[in-house]
């Protein structure tokens, strides 16, 4: 069984942290970005998400929502994913994601989400 609670770190030094897992499946907790980033300055960011029934798929779906508060742009990263329990155990996960920023008018809309 797969459960998100607690901590994780990606390839690229990302971390996610999970404080907290309700029986309905929804958390919260805080998301750091790596260094790829650049930004020494950013500090942790609250994210909410939710999980599918781990008493019910023992490999669930999960997704979150990052809304970070920049001085520069609104921004907001969303992440949709899938925990899995690998040969030896360890839990894994497997994570896409969608990073949008708001945009001036629609003409600029084509390069507001990476």
């Avoid at 300055?41 to 508060?69: M, R």
């Avoid at 994570?95 to 084509?110: F, G, I, N, Q, T």
Wanted: a negative charge; hydrophobic letters at 35%.
């Amino acid at each position: 069984q797969c459960l998100l609670s607690g901590s994780w770190r990606s390839d690229t030094g990302c971390q996610m942290v999970v404080s907290t897992l309700g029986e309905d499946g929804r958390f919260s907790g805080s998301f750091l970005p790596g260094p790829a980033t650049g930004d020494s300055e950013i500090l942790p960011v609250p994210l909410e998400g939710s999980q599918q029934d781990a008493e019910l798929v023992p490999q669930p779906t999960f997704s979150f929502t990052v809304h970070w508060q920049l001085q520069e742009a609104a921004q907001t990263t969303v992440f949709l994913g899938q925990c899995y329990v690998g040969t030896n155990g360890e839990e894994i996960l497997h994570v896409l994601w969608l990073w949008r920023e708001a945009s001036d008018s629609p003409a600029e809309d084509w390069k507001a989400t990476r």
